[in-house]
């Protein structure tokens, strides 16, 4: 057998370790429905019209990877609320830049089919990547990557 000569550039890789584990459609869109609320497993089955072994694989990979969290609500028959963690949370933003990009590129005529309303101020949002730092909008053009603290050199 042999070693993919690319496998290094995901190996310890953050967009490729992320992407094992939330890089699937059916784990997106789980993170999407948690993120607007969706708690239950059958709102989440009939929301997504996923099969069950699916999103029983679905919940099972993101409760282990602590990107949700499984709360009892009832006995007898024993039932969970899947909520999102602290780290699950994390990654609204994600989910948002998506929907961004689908409405911008894929909507049909008729415009997008959810916006995220701002409770402060009551418009419609228009989210933007920004610096932390600066507050400044962040693109593709006005950043530089380069080695982090845990960069290691491929072999």
Known sequence: MTADPLAHRFDGESVGRTLELVGEKWTLLILREAFFGVRRYGELARNLAIPRPTLSARLRTLVDAGLLERVL????????????????QELFSTIVTLMRWGDAHLAGPEG???????HRCG??????????????????HNVTPEPGPGFTQPE
Request: proline share 10%; hydrophobic share 30%; charged share 25%.
């Open 73 to 88: 609500y009832a006995t007898e028959p024993d039932r969970h609320d899947y909520r999102l963690s602290a780290a699950g």
């Open 112 to 118: 997008p089919p959810i916006v995220l309303r701002h």
């Open 123 to 140: 418009q419609a949002a228009d989210p933007r990547l920004i610096c932390g730092g600066c507050g400044e909008e962040i693109t593709a």
